[in-house]
């Protein structure tokens, strides 16, 4: 299939999780995850209507970028999905329209700070580790239904995010744990959206966006509320080794 014929078809997946969910396909933003693949393939996908684009690393973004801006002048929006190490939040900001990935306070402040030297404010979701995997990124919400100590840790650490003046907080992320079913997946996001719900009365803060799903569970992300997937080998093939 080519990237166009790939497209479409995750296109028309999103469509059918929304019918079964009484959603509307025009409240799921469809990123695709450009990671390890050319600036030829973002502009194929480009030519075939996406205009939302992921990389998880800041130094292939920052040869990548450049060569898609020589092959398309089409505006599109990038979006940094994978964990940013402090050191890099400068460099990220100046590459990407929205990071998903603020997982510490400490990234938080440097995005922050970098953002207003530069007098902007730039859009972030809060990576949230709601499955309690310890391999997993994100601040820790597992167990936030029972343990009201969980609840203190992570609602303190988001006021706290949520106060930088360089920052506009528009959501949260998910990554699911990597698992055989699809069915198996949906419990972190139905987990995700409660915790978002629950975060937002709490905190008296709109949390609108739930970057949620990938290739092998983003149906059921849309299930489950997901306003943003972030769709990688369903679009652009297996991934080449770096
Ligand atoms: C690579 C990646 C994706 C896309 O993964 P696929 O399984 O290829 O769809 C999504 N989110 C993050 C954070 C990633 O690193």
């Not at 306070?105 to 953002?115: F, G, H, M």
């Not at 629950?198 to 509320?225: I, R």
Request: net charge neutral; aromatic share 4%; proline share 3%.
């Amino acid at each position: 299939m080519s990237i166009d014929e790939r497209v479409a078809a995750v296109r028309a997946t999103i469509a059918d999780a929304c019918a079964r969910s009484g959603r509307t396909p025009s409240d799921v933003t469809l990123i695709a995850i450009s990671k390890t693949h050319p600036a030829a393939a973002v502009f194929q996908a480009a030519q075939a209507g996406v205009q939302h684009f992921g990389e998880n690393r800041v130094e292939e973004a920052e040869t990548k970028l450049p060569s898609v801006r020589a092959l398309t002048s089409d505006a599109l929006t990038w979006h940094m999905v994978g964990h940013l190490q402090s050191r890099k939040a400068r460099d990220a900001l100046l590459l990407f329209d929205m990071i998903h990935s603020v997982d510490t306070l400490k990234l938080a402040e440097k995005l922050s700070r970098a953002a207003s030297e530069r007098e902007k404010r730039i859009d972030v979701l809060l990576e949230i580790n709601i499955s309690g995997e310890d391999s997993k990124y994100g601040i820790s919400a597992a167990g936030w239904e029972r343990d009201a100590q969980v609840r203190l840790a992570v609602f303190n650490s988001m006021r706290e995010i949520a106060m930088l003046p360089g920052l506009r907080v528009r959501g949260l992320m998910t990554m699911a744990p990597i698992v055989s079913t699809m069915e198996t997946a949906r419990p972190v996001f139905t987990g995700l959206r409660a915790f978002r719900d629950a975060a937002q009365s709490e905190l008296g803060l709109a949390l609108p966006d739930l970057s949620m799903g990938m290739t092998d569970d983003f149906p059921v992300a849309v299930e489950e509320g997901a306003t943003m997937v972030r769709v990688g080998r369903a679009i652009f093939g297996e991934r080449q080794s770096v």
